[in-house]
């Protein structure tokens, strides 16, 4: 049972950010090709900046919605809980430090 919530709500986590990272993907255009000589590729990390906002909010959401389960079904998900919020805080301060590095 465990196991069955813990991967549902990895994809949930994992489709939010997909859904996020598919729009904000920069495409070249053909004069930035052109004059663009190094082969050498590189990763934007302004791409990540979306996926991992829409991750916080959606942890974080999820961690509210554990608490509230807590409540009725006493301390069965308190460990899920602490869980949760320990990856909302991680993820939102890598979220925070990427948007004051780079903006």
């Given at each position: 049972m465990?196991?069955?919530i813990?991967?549902l709500v990895?994809?949930?986590?994992?489709?939010?950010?997909?859904?996020?990272?598919?729009d904000?993907?920069q495409?070249?255009?053909?004069?930035e090709?052109?004059h663009?000589?190094?082969?050498?590729?590189?990763?934007?990390?302004f791409?990540?900046?979306?996926?991992?906002?829409?991750?916080?909010?959606?942890?974080l959401a999820?961690?509210?919605?554990?608490?509230?389960?807590?409540r009725?079904?006493?301390q069965?998900?308190?460990?899920?809980?602490?869980?949760?919020?320990?990856?909302?805080?991680?993820?939102a301060?890598?979220h925070?430090?990427?948007?004051l590095?780079?903006?």
């Open positions: 465990k196991a069955g813990y991967l990895t994809a949930i986590i994992v489709g939010a950010a997909g859904i996020g990272l598919g904000s993907a495409t070249a255009t053909a004069d090709l052109e663009n000589h190094s082969n050498r590729t590189s990763f934007p990390l791409s990540l900046v979306k996926p991992l906002g829409i991750s916080a909010l959606s942890s999820i961690t509210f919605l554990i608490g509230l389960f807590r009725k079904l006493g069965r998900f308190l460990k899920l809980h602490i869980t949760f919020a320990s990856l909302t805080v991680t993820i301060l890598l925070g430090i990427l948007v590095v780079l903006f």
